[in-house]
């Protein structure tokens, strides 16, 4: 009996391991599906310079059925607005009367299923410190959760001696 313990053990072991690596291998593709739209934010240049152009992409990741998407911009108040352009649909400047702060509106249209959809927001830093990108998505049928928020946060450098800035 002692060699069957140890079979049957093992068997309990490969199992609870099995059912491990699988609750593993499977919740980060369930929350993603359960977010329905992730935003993400890149950046570049990297190590911006006041006065030259620096580009906040956001990208908008749907992952659940295809649907209408929105997206606003909370741009930093040390940036200067040079262009916006989506990859599909449009954008307008809004301003919030109530907190005095202008945003970016866009209406990506419909963003298919397992599709995404990305904005490039370029600005022109007006000082050098750190500053903070964040964009909001808004879809049809995906609740909101933190997936549909992101931040970028860049250090600005100050314009080299002359540089005409």
Do not use: W, Y
């Not at 053990?9 to 690596?21: E, G, H, I, Q, R």
């Amino acid at each position: 009996m002692v060699n069957g313990s140890r079979s049957s053990f093992k068997l309990l072991l490969a199992a609870t391991l099995a059912t491990s690596l699988i609750l593993t291998l499977v919740q980060p593709t369930q929350a993603r599906e359960e977010a329905g739209i992730v935003t993400i934010q890149a950046v570049e240049p990297k190590t911006p310079t006041v006065g030259q152009p620096l580009t906040f992409a956001v990208i908008v990741e749907n992952n659940t059925v295809a649907q209408r998407v929105g997206v606003e911009d909370f741009l930093p108040s040390e940036v200067s607005l040079v262009s916006v352009t989506p990859s599909q649909g449009t954008c307008d400047i809004r301003h919030d009367s109530t907190s005095s702060r202008n945003s970016i509106g866009c209406e990506l249209g419909v963003v298919q299923s397992g599709s995404t959809a990305h904005v490039d927001f370029v600005v022109t830093p007006l000082a050098p410190g750190a500053i903070t990108n964040t964009a909001v998505a808004a879809a049809e049928f995906s609740p909101a959760t933190p997936a549909n928020s992101s931040s970028a946060t860049v250090r600005v450098k100050p314009a080299t001696v002359g540089s005409g800035v």
